[in-house]
């Protein structure tokens, strides 16, 4: 089942922060997280584990709500390159392949 | 390092025509994907082999299906191209399923 994220879209002044969040409606044991600019693949940020493990960016952190079924991405300071899309995933039933949200779209202006 | 490498890039199809897209990664994953991105839709999962020899659907498994050749490759092929499946395909694998997805850069793909 898909992912909900919000907002859909953001737009920032480099320097300041956003947050993404990504809610689920069934118990998560997982949450990834990927950036997608323009024209190009889809890149891995991070995944957040079950337990508070988190492996991935030193730039960008992310939090984990098991009881609220939900995670954060957190983007502090926001740069120019922060820009493009960014998907939250959770593993399906067969806790294989990613069920990826739509997407939140956001733009870093100068 | 190649990563993840699809063929072909761009590709414009009749409808009613057939064709396949080809996927091969190097990094000795044992899980491969393929998803598709439509505007405002995110990327959905096709088909997906969770280990060489095996395959299941994913969320829209009609009209396309797929093969495992082996450790390396994974390929989706359109019987009978529909308009519908208009859309940028990726491929992607990673080491096992809650790891790391690496993607390839997509084939673009429209069906007149």
């Known amino acids: 089942q898909q992912p909900v994220q919000s907002p859909q879209a953001v737009i920032l002044r480099e320097g300041e922060d956003a947050v993404i969040n990504c809610s689920s409606s069934k118990a998560l044991y997982s949450v990834h997280w990927y950036r997608q600019k323009h024209g190009e693949a889809p890149v891995f940020l991070m995944i957040l584990l079950k337990g508070g493990e988190q492996k991935g960016h030193d730039k960008i952190s992310a939090s984990f709500n098991e009881k609220k079924q939900q995670s954060s991405l957190y983007l502090t300071a926001s740069q120019l390159s922060y820009s493009g899309t960014y998907f939250c995933?959770?593993?399906?039933?067969?806790?294989?392949?990613?069920?990826f949200g739509k997407g939140t779209s956001l733009l870093v202006t100068p | 390092n190649a990563g993840v490498t699809q063929t072909p890039k761009f590709q414009v199809l009749k409808t009613g025509q057939s064709m396949t897209l080809q996927c091969a990664q190097d990094m000795n994953h044992n899980s491969m994907y393929w998803y598709r991105q439509d505007p405002g839709m995110g990327l959905r999962l096709i088909y997906y082999s969770a280990s060489e020899g095996t395959t299941d659907k994913g969320e829209v498994p009609n009209g396309y299906n797929v093969s495992r050749l082996n450790k390396r490759e994974f390929s989706l092929r359109l019987e009978s191209a529909a308009p519908s499946q208009t859309s940028v395909y990726f491929c992607a694998s990673s080491e096992q399923g809650d790891t790391e997805a690496f993607f390839g850069q997509g084939t673009r793909l429209t069906v007149v």
């Open positions: 995933g959770i593993p399906g039933h067969s806790g294989y392949a990613l069920n």
